[in-house]
């Protein structure tokens, strides 16, 4: 996408301060829709998931004051405790699994070889299927009667991936890559494109290998896309939520049962949106915390720039 | 002479992975569409690749029959209406903070960027709680109203981001014309931004189409069903009939496949709407 008016200096811009030209900027009230909304639908359950975690509420009746009642037995419950650690193996898994992989692959795809026009088409296939989709798709095809494992007759693939509750999360996992690698590729596609090929050349005038120049020159100027992507992981981990319902509610047992899902299960199921409400404000104020800490390791510049990555 | 980029010299480890990885991303995606094909008493006994023996729509005509339609009138309706407003409400408010030199519009700004860091499912409680004391429990409104307010502020961005680019004397210079703010706003500042407007509108569009959460908690009667719930009901309710439950899944992706093949630039962008460099 190119701006048809001016390009952007990379670095970040700075306004030019002058006299206000003719007459009075426009009036205040053009931001009273987009406040009202975002202030009541979004400001307003932010600052309601706090008063909520300290309340008793069924989801039907009556409120009452709780105190920390629910925050003591949220956070003393083993429920609740494996959830949590199940989502901190869930967010750092994910990130080891795709981070490689889209890395990878989004240089290999920034690269020019004939075919990596038709290759990108279908890689991002997968992109075009809501997680829900590709939950129920997968639940078909992991199927230990019918699935894939009938195609290739290999007996390890006819394992009940979903029902067993040591192999579920792995497998939750990869079916999440698979959703998410296409994305993530795309963002480092674009950022290894823009790495300029004079130093590329200059490196092979010193007679740089292909892995030195991976290691030494594209891994260092991704740096920055490598911070965002992950970012993006991480928060993404964290409030996954629909490909992990529809796949296994939570299942075998608690097995697959992450915090989102805790959440869900404590307010929509257990009828305590007390309870709910408190790993709301968990996650509310970690994915703060991660996007602060982005804003703090890339500099604010990064939270300013949008779509000179992909194209 | 070895030249790198533009290869001379094939590079077979990235050719090979790139090889493995079409074929992860794309046999699931073959998978689905056979399976959708074939009769329910092939897909017990056929190879799950192999290309139907007795094609049939069945599956199709099974999904279309268990009121597929109504599903997808309130996807469309819910989406449309949703995209529509965040369109209208952020393109305002981004003209507001880049034509306005105020503290005020500054701070709207900052606040704005704030909504951007909060996951919209961690609030998913209180949310629920207000849409039941307006009593717009199980109407589309309870989707469209939220959903609106979560996509404001990324929508917000990106238009505000694209809008400072447009030269300051297009503006003085209609202002001199006599032109007020309303009209500038729509007759220079939206045919500017059309781009950044199609990116935002894909975005937000992709987001809500997909939705589960929302319709999942705020609606309860097949009447009001979107898409993605419906499938995880087809789930349950076909549960022996695999071909209808991956019908039902090609279905709600079609129109983003349709849209994809018309137009993948604009579809990249929009999917990558919102991440920085």
Redesign the interface.
């Known amino acids: ?1 190119t ?4 390009r ?1 200096p990379a670095a970040g ?1 700075v ?1 030019k ?2 006299g ?9 009230w ?2 009273a ?3 009202v ?2 202030g ?10 706090f ?2 975690s300290f309340m008793n ?1 069924d ?1 039907l009746g009556e409120l009452s004051l709780a105190g920390a009642g629910n925050w003591t037995r949220m956070l003393g419950n083993a429920t609740t405790q494996h959830a949590i650690v199940l989502t901190l193996i869930m967010t750092v898994m994910c990130w080891v699994i795709q981070t490689p ?1 889209s890395l ?2 989004g ?3 920034a ?3 004939r075919y990596r026009a038709v ?1 990108a ?13 590709v939950g ?6 992991l ?1 230990p009667n ?3 494992s ?2 290739f007759g290999l007996d390890f693939l006819s394992r009940d991936f979903l029902g067993n509750p040591s192999l579920a999360l792995p497998t939750i996992m990869v079916v999440i890559a ?1 959703c998410f ?3 993530h590729s ?2 480092y596609q ?2 290894a494109r ?1 790495i300029p ?1 004079s130093i ?2 200059a ?2 005038i010193d007679g740089a290998s ?1 892995v030195q ?1 991976f290691f030494y020159i594209t891994l260092p100027q991704l740096r ?2 490598i911070i ?1 992507s992950s970012t ?1 992981m991480i ?1 993404g981990s ?2 996954y ?2 490909l992990i ?2 796949m296994t509610a939570g299942g075998p047992g608690n097995a697959t049962r992450v915090l ?1 899902l805790d ?2 299960l404590t ?2 199921r257990s009828y305590n ?1 007390g309870g ?2 408190v ?3 968990i ?2 104020v970690v ?2 915390l ?3 800490l982005l804003n703090h390791v890339s500099g604010s510049s ?10 | 002479m070895r030249l790198f980029r533009g290869g001379v010299r094939p590079n077979l480890i990235g050719g090979l992975f790139g090889w493995i990885w079409l074929a992860i991303a794309v046999v699931p995606i073959y998978y689905i569409i056979v399976t959708s094909l074939r009769t329910q008493a092939d897909y017990y006994v056929e190879n799950p690749l192999s290309v139907p023996t007795n094609p049939t729509l069945d599956a199709y005509i099974q999904v279309f029959a268990n009121d597929f339609w109504t599903y997808f009138l309130n996807s469309v309706i819910v989406t449309v209406a949703t995209v529509a407003a965040i369109l209208v409400v952020s393109f305002m408010a981004a003209y507001v903070i880049v034509r306005s030199r105020t503290a005020f519009s500054n701070r709207i700004f900052s606040l704005f960027l704030l909504g951007i860091a909060i996951p919209i499912q961690a609030t998913i409680v209180p949310v629920y709680y207000l849409i039941v004391q307006l009593g717009l429990y199980d109407t589309l409104w309870a989707l469209i109203l939220p959903s609106v307010a979560f996509a404001i502020p990324i929508s917000v961005l990106i238009l505000t981001n694209f809008l400072r680019d447009v030269p300051r004397e297009l503006f003085e210079s209609m202002k001199v014309d006599g032109a007020t703010d309303w009209q500038m706003l729509w007759r220079l500042a939206a045919p500017m931004c059309r781009p950044a407007l199609v990116t935002v509108a894909i975005y937000d569009a992709l987001n809500v189409w997909n939705g589960f959460l929302f319709p999942l908690v705020l609606t309860q009667s097949a009447d009001k069903r979107v898409l993605p719930l419906s499938l995880w009901n087809f789930q349950g309710a076909f549960s022996s009939n695999t071909p209808a439950i991956l019908a039902a899944v090609v279905l709600s992706a079609l129109p983003l496949i349709v849209a994809y093949a018309f137009g993948r630039r604009q579809m990249v962008a929009g999917l990558t709407a919102g991440v920085g460099k």
Do not use: C, H
């Not at chain 1, 206000?20 to 205040?28: C, F, I, N």
């Open positions: 996408m701006n048809p008016i001016a952007r811009r306004r301060s002058g206000r030209g003719v007459g009075a900027g426009p009036s205040a053009y931001a829709p987009a406040l909304f975002f009541f639908f979004a400001l307003v359950p932010l600052i309601g998931v008063v909520l509420w989801g992989i990878l692959l240089v290999f795809m690269g020019q070889q290759l088409v279908l890689y991002f296939l997968p992109l075009l299927f809501s997680a829900t989709a129920i798709a997968f639940t078909a095809l199927d019918f699935g894939m009938r195609a698979w690698v296409p994305f795309l963002l674009g950022a823009q090929a590329y050349e490196a092979m292909r120049n920055n896309t965002t993006l928060t964290l409030t939520f629909d319902f529809v989102p959440m869900y307010g929509f949106m709910a409400s790993i709301g404000v996650l509310v994915g703060l991660i996007a602060w990064k939270m300013e720039s949008d779509m000179e990555g992909a194209l």
